[in-house]
């Protein structure tokens, strides 16, 4: 199994610029998971699907960020437009099961820097 | 609030030694999760105990939980220099937000 894939592994854009991270989960999972990594924050929740359906976004920090999960086998995260204080490192997870209480698998993250 | 809370934040030992790290959390929880992350990785799943079990093992690995003191604690036995990394509790509550939330880490350094 290939784990799940993120890309790209790295992004380095300019303010104000889009950017679109991409996850492809694990084969079978039904549940699927945005976070965001900062030293500051630590990890955060932005969004999860289950069933390709958006669940809980309450973590996305504002209207500049979407989620997208077109079909169990691909999700993207959309940052229009983008600003410094997005730089971080985002993960995508999957797992099993309907619920968060699940072991969760992550991707090796996307490493995203916004000068 | 924050949910877990891991203690130390850093922690360096020699090889060969025992690593223990702590966990507390504020609210009832369904499950606690330890999960691993190595620098510029992802993070990788340990262990889960759920809240009506006490102690689990995995290989070298020891958790344990601890409700009414609302707390959990990794210990990792016999440290080798791969186990250098940053170490994450995550906990699932019973009530209030839906979303497993997690510490900000103990950073594991072994030393040869």
């Known amino acids: 199994d290939a784990g799940v894939i993120q890309s790209p592994r790295h992004e380095v854009t300019e303010m104000g610029q889009e950017v679109t991270l991409r996850c492809k989960p694990i084969s079978g999972h039904n549940s699927l998971f945005w976070y965001r990594q900062t030293m500051m924050r630590g990890l955060e929740l932005l969004i999860y699907f289950n069933n390709n359906v958006p669940i809980d976004d309450s973590g996305m920090p504002e209207d500049r960020f979407s989620a997208k999960m077109p079909n169990a086998s691909f999700s993207t995260l959309k940052i229009q437009p983008s600003e410094p204080r997005d730089s971080a490192v985002y993960f995508c997870a999957s797992s099993t099961g309907t619920g968060l209480a699940w072991e969760q698998f992550f991707g090796p993250g996307t490493r995203l820097t916004v000068l | 609030s924050q949910q877990g809370e891991e203690d130390p934040q850093a922690l360096s030992i020699q090889e060969g030694e025992n690593a223990t790290m702590n966990c507390s959390y504020k609210?009832?929880?369904?499950?606690l999760q330890w999960y691993r992350q190595n620098s510029g990785r992802g993070l990788v799943h340990l262990i889960l105990i759920r809240s009506n079990e006490r102690e689990k093992h995995s290989g070298r690995l020891r958790v344990t939980l601890d409700t009414s003191k609302k707390s959990s604690s990794l210990l990792i036995t016999a440290s080798r220099a791969a186990d250098t990394a940053s170490y994450f509790c995550a906990t699932w509550a019973i009530q209030g937000a839906q979303k497993l939330v997690f510490g900000q880490g103990t950073r594991l350094t072994i030393n040869p």
């Open positions: 609210t009832s929880i369904n499950n």
